[in-house]
């Protein structure tokens, strides 16, 4: 059954994160998926295994917001995305193997996220795509990319420009300024397969494309900074304007698929 994302995200809006967390159990029991939760010190990630290993690509969101903020695109939209792709995965009846996190205490630190690389470890994953503000816009980025990008990055590109939701292949940024995600959780270990996903409007990929080139000429960080703070989407960002109202179900259904298809693309996960 095709869950309406708005709706279901509606339902998290200024919710403590242990409402969100239960809200992921409860779909999650209700299809009769399997997960675990991992309990560190001050918090609790949520984990789902499809297929067997011995190698996962991993796919990732966080279920806390930040405290002023209703917590719909930032980051309900990356758990809605979450959710879909497990449930595509098991109406394609895929092989692959995968590993989806809904990480907890992301906004206080990346703790949820650092807790799992540092007492579990990266070694059962083979690349990592983190999702922060996925909940509405045609365009994406791709951050924080390097020089060499890696195989999924590649991937993600090519699959981005054959989608026929995405209005243009999506972007890479070297850095997102002054943010973080929790892919920096996985790349501060040393693992190098680890990418940030977020969907933006048209007027926001046009400024992305214009950070680059500013950047790129030796800006330095408070003009960049300056320039980021004035996009669209940071007018919601962290705010009570982050509600289920900006929600779209198309960029979530989107956003999912082009993942799972970029996945099923790579050989030897």
């Not at 159990?25 to 290993?53: D, P």
């Not at 795509?129 to 195989?151: A, C, D, Q, R």
Request: contains cysteine; hydrophobic residues 40%; charged residues 25%.
């Amino acid at each position: 059954m095709e869950t309406n994302w708005k709706e279901w995200i509606k339902y998290l809006d200024f919710k403590s994160t242990t409402s969100r967390r239960n809200k992921v159990i409860k779909w999650l029991i209700e299809r009769n998926v399997e997960f675990t939760l991992h309990h560190y010190k001050t918090g609790t990630n949520v984990i789902v295994k499809l297929g067997e290993g011995p190698k996962y690509f991993a796919i990732s969101s966080h279920l806390d917001r930040v405290r002023e903020s209703g917590g719909a695109n930032d980051n309900a939209s990356a758990m809605a995305v979450c959710l879909h792709v497990i449930d595509e995965y098991l109406t394609r009846k895929d092989d692959r193997s995968l590993m989806i996190f809904f990480f907890d205490e992301e906004e206080t630190g990346l703790k949820g996220s650092r807790a799992y690389v540092n007492e579990i470890g990266t070694e059962q994953i083979n690349s990592l795509i983190n999702m922060e503000l996925v909940g509405n816009g045609e365009y994406g980025i791709l951050w924080p990319v390097k020089k060499h990008s890696s195989l999924i990055v590649q991937q993600l590109l090519q699959t981005s420009h054959e989608d026929q939701f995405f209005k243009a292949p999506f972007l890479l940024m070297p850095d997102f300024p002054l943010y973080y995600s929790d892919a920096d959780a996985f790349l501060e270990s040393g693992f190098k397969n680890a990418i940030t996903i977020t969907c933006l409007s048209k007027n926001d990929f046009e400024l992305a494309k214009r950070y680059i080139e500013i950047k790129e000429n030796g800006a330095d960080d408070n003009e960049l900074y300056s320039m980021i703070s004035r996009a669209e989407i940071m007018q919601y960002y962290h705010s009570k304007l982050d509600n289920s109202g900006m929600i779209n179900n198309l960029t979530i259904y989107s956003t999912a698929n082009l993942i799972l298809d970029s996945v099923i693309l790579i050989k030897n996960l």
